[in-house]
């Protein structure tokens, strides 16, 4: 519990909340977020059930709260979680209210689950087929739905599903335990029937007789399908270097391997300046170790964020230690000497490769559906196929707010896509118009990016890059196409906002 805000208990005035505003207060020894809009007051849990973070310092829109660390967004009126990557709701408290106080009294059952849609015949079956984020937040969707029917989540994985942008974070500097990493406790899937295969990994898919083949001959019928394959990392060939010491971090056994190797590493190579990469640079230096980023790229980052940002992000791990090789790429190796293409030597006891991801796709080409930099789906995530839909790093979707049709590799972006597939799938006809959002942590440093930007021709920086503390919006001929910040949290959630409302273009 924070210990902060007002005893809620023995009320607040009604002035002490005006229209539109949230505060965070207490009651017993529970956080209680109280917000007025209009007449109305309502009270729910005060911290966001992702990471904690205190929902009063978020933003309200219409009659929902949106969390200023990760933006997912909960109903005020029944505490519902309705987009991720929260994923689990909060609860409601009752408010009595009388001329002169607002008293917050004993915390409300939470509310019914949705009913089915009438005249929708709900599927039989239901195979998820991938278990990262995407695949989870379907799961966990279709049974917060109310579907009651056989469902499956399958995953090459060895791990359940877990919180994957960790790996290169908290896990990897060594202050998240593994205890944190998993989204759902094992008693979860047990408790809400999901069929949880793991080492489950699928060979073929026939849409025609709606059936998955797993490689060790098993075969899955099912009435609905998500797909949600995630990416793979893209390998790095480096000549004369021993396979274990070029490290990969897309899985938690990829991370525990690495982390398992630190122990006795002292310098370490990060081959490439991607967000990854430099979230792998910092975790690194945080355990002491010396690091030297290796890339062809002139500036980090400078592609995404523009050549200040990334020169300023540059600036934050060269303050931290990080040495920086641009321009250039590894070679060969011969034992711990590391050959750059420029002729530089580097001796290091690893190389860990964030040189980017393939979308898996190979399933979806086998099984016929249209693939194109990713699966194809349509508004509704639906693919060519009828009663398969794709969600998360795989899926190319029209985006109703650039006008393009986008494949992103975000955190957030990808469970929401894998609760509409889930809604859909039950017969919701709910529009995918989620704008793209993702953040990176560096040091003491995150940035908060909302929208997509490919290419612009104009970018405008207010507030300090040098103080952790602006604003940096993307424009083409004059319209916002992205807007990252540091240090402004409420700023990017209100940009969120601006660009969710922006007219199509
Ligand atoms: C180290 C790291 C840090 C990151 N940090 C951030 C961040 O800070 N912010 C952000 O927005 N994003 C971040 N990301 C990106 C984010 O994690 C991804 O966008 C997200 O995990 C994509 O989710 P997904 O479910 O589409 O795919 P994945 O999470 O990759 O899941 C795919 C799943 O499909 C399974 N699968 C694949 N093929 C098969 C098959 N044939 N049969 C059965 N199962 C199969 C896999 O085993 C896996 O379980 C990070 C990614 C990494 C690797
Ligand atoms: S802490 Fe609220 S969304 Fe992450």
Known sequence: ???????????????????????????????????????????????????HAPLAAGLLVGDTVRCPLHHACFSLRTGAALRAPALDSVACWRVERSADRIIVRERLKTAARPAPIAGTPSPRSIVVLGGGVAGVAAAVALREEGYEHELTLLSADDSAPYDRPNLSKDFLDGTAPDAWMPLRTPKYYVRHDINLMLNATASVIDVGRREVTLQDGRILPYDGLVLATGADAIRLPIPGAAPETVRYLRTFTDARALVAQLTSARTAIVAGASFIGLEVAASLRKRGLAVHVVAPDAVPMARVLGPEVGRYIQGLHQAHGVTFHLGTTIAAAAGGSFTLADGQQVEADLVVAGV????????????????????????????????????????????????????????????????????????????????????????????????????????????????????????????????????????????EVALESAPPS
């Open 1 to 51: 519990m924070t210990d902060t805000g007002p005893n809620l208990e023995l009320g607040i005035s009604p002035e002490d909340l005006s229209d539109g505003a949230m505060l965070m207060g207490r009651v017993g020894d529970r956080d209680v977020l109280v917000a007025r809009r209009g007449e109305e007051v309502f009270a729910i849990d005060g911290l966001c059930p992702h990471y």
């Open 356 to 495: 980017g991801v393939r979308p898996a796709v190979q399933l979806a080409q086998r099984a016929g559906l249209a693939v194109e930099d990713g699966v194809m789906v349509d508004e509704y995530l639906q693919t060519s196929a009828a009663g398969v839909y794709a969600a998360g790093d795989l899926a190319r979707w029209p985006d109703p707010h650039s006008g393009e049709r986008l494949r992103v590799e975000h955190y957030v972006l990808a469970q929401r896509q894998g609760q509409t597939a889930a809604r859909n799938l039950l017969g919701r006809r709910e529009k995918f118009d989620a704008v793209p959002f993702f953040w990176s942590q560096h040091y003491d440093i995150t940035l908060r990016y909302v929208g997509h930007a490919r290419t612009w021709d104009a970018l405008s920086i207010e507030g300090s890059l040098a103080q952790g503390d602006c604003t940096i919006r993307y424009e083409r001929a004059g319209r916002t196409l992205a807007v990252a910040t540091i240090g402004r949290d409420r700023q990017n959630l209100e940009a």
